[in-house]
């Protein structure tokens, strides 16, 4: 079992940065991938970037790529998504996701075993 909880989500201006935290437990951390997906109202949950267990392999959707960066400290069981250039259209619930089993880098929410609660991330234009 992997328990999951979010923080650092708000609400920011067009422009503007946010990191958000994701705290892990349960299973060693640094055998398993993580992910970040994002859910718009009416809209389905989508993928936005992941990291491998050791942190050496990151993978982008093309929507945020060279806005946010991927991290993971495995000394402090924490992943995180640094968030720069915010538009609008970032506005979402934002879910970690721990990847237990592929031993890849997965943009199918499917694939992914362990979810958060969420952060709400709201920006304004």
């Known amino acids: 079992q992997v328990q999951l909880v979010e923080s650092g989500g708000g609400l920011v201006q067009a422009g503007g940065s946010l990191r958000l935290s994701c705290a892990a437990s349960g299973r060693t951390f640094s055998s398993y991938a993580m992910g970040w997906f994002r859910q718009a109202p009416g809209k389905e949950r989508e993928f936005v970037a992941a990291?491998?267990?050791?942190?050496?392999?990151?993978y982008y959707a093309d929507s945020v790529k060279g806005r946010f960066t991927i991290s993971r400290d495995n000394a402090k069981n924490t992943v995180y998504l640094q968030m720069n250039s915010l538009k609008p259209e970032d506005t979402a619930v934002y879910y970690c996701a721990a990847d237990i089993l592929s031993g890849q880098l997965e943009r199918t929410r499917d694939l992914y075993d362990y979810w958060g609660q969420g952060t709400q991330v709201t920006v304004s234009s």
């Open positions: 990291i491998s267990w050791s942190g050496g392999s990151t």
